[in-house]
């Protein structure tokens, strides 16, 4: 089990797309792998719990996240070993734990705890509340944006991670995310 949450290791550069739901954070990993012309890792708990929702009309649960964290660090790996000198990661193993503890009372997984601290990444990028909140089946706190944005921020400050907010237009925050993605690499 271990092995499946454990990052290679890789020449290329790792940015992260972090933050609260419904940030914007697939559309402008998108965006910014686009502009760099490389590869962008996609966020496997869309996939892994709408499955879920489809099948069987649930929402996230503590038993999905170990599944949901092996299928991303499976997604990033495959990625990181065809890319050449950046990856951009519309999500990873911290976020997953970040939100294990924010929504089932600061409970995570230590094995996830273990890994999401050991992974490494060269650039953060945090989104911010400022954009509308948008339903879908998945989504399920509009009216905490606030508090989880502080939470999330927190998690970034307390382990000392590099990071930079991303906020205002689409075209704002995608050109925010070009200069402090250019500053590392």
């Given at each position: 089990?271990?092995?499946?949450?454990?990052?290679?290791?890789?020449?290329?550069?790792?940015?992260?797309?972090?933050?609260?739901?419904?940030?914007?954070?697939?559309?402008?990993?998108?965006?910014?792998?686009?502009h760099?012309?490389?590869?962008?890792?996609?966020?496997?708990?869309?996939?892994?719990?709408?499955?879920?929702?489809?099948?069987?009309?649930?929402?996230?649960?503590?038993?999905?996240?170990?599944?949901?964290?092996?299928?991303?660090?499976?997604?990033?790996?495959?990625?990181?070993?065809?890319?050449?000198?950046?990856?951009?990661?519309?999500?990873?193993?911290?976020?997953?734990?970040?939100?294990?503890?924010?929504?089932?009372?600061?409970?995570?997984?230590?094995?996830?705890?273990?890994?999401?601290?050991?992974?490494?990444?060269?650039?953060?990028?945090?989104?911010?509340?400022?954009?509308?909140?948008?339903?879908?089946?998945l989504?399920?706190?509009?009216?905490?944006?606030?508090?989880?944005?502080?939470?999330?921020?927190?998690?970034?400050v307390?382990?000392?991670?590099?990071f930079?907010?991303?906020?205002?237009?689409?075209?704002?925050?995608?050109?925010?995310?070009?200069?402090?993605?250019?500053?590392?690499?």
């Amino acid at each position: 089990m271990e092995e499946k949450l454990k990052q290679i290791k890789s020449s290329c550069k790792k940015v992260v797309l972090y933050g609260p739901e419904s940030t914007g954070k697939t559309t402008l990993s998108i965006e910014l792998a686009k502009h760099f012309k490389t590869n962008w890792v996609p966020e496997y708990a869309r996939e892994y719990l709408q499955n879920v929702w489809d099948n069987e009309k649930r929402i996230c649960e503590p038993k999905d996240i170990l599944p949901i964290a092996i299928g991303q660090m499976k997604l990033e790996n495959e990625l990181a070993i065809i890319s050449k000198s950046l990856l951009i990661c519309d999500t990873n193993l911290f976020e997953t734990m970040v939100y294990s503890k924010y929504y089932y009372g600061g409970n995570c997984d230590p094995l996830l705890e273990k890994y999401a601290s050991k992974n490494d990444y060269d650039l953060y990028l945090l989104t911010d509340i400022d954009i509308p909140w948008e339903k879908d089946d998945l989504r399920d706190k509009p009216n905490e944006r606030k508090e989880s944005f502080e939470i999330f921020k927190n998690e970034l400050v307390k382990n000392n991670l590099p990071f930079e907010v991303i906020n205002g237009t689409r075209i704002e925050r995608l050109k925010k995310a070009i200069n402090y993605t250019n500053k590392i690499i």
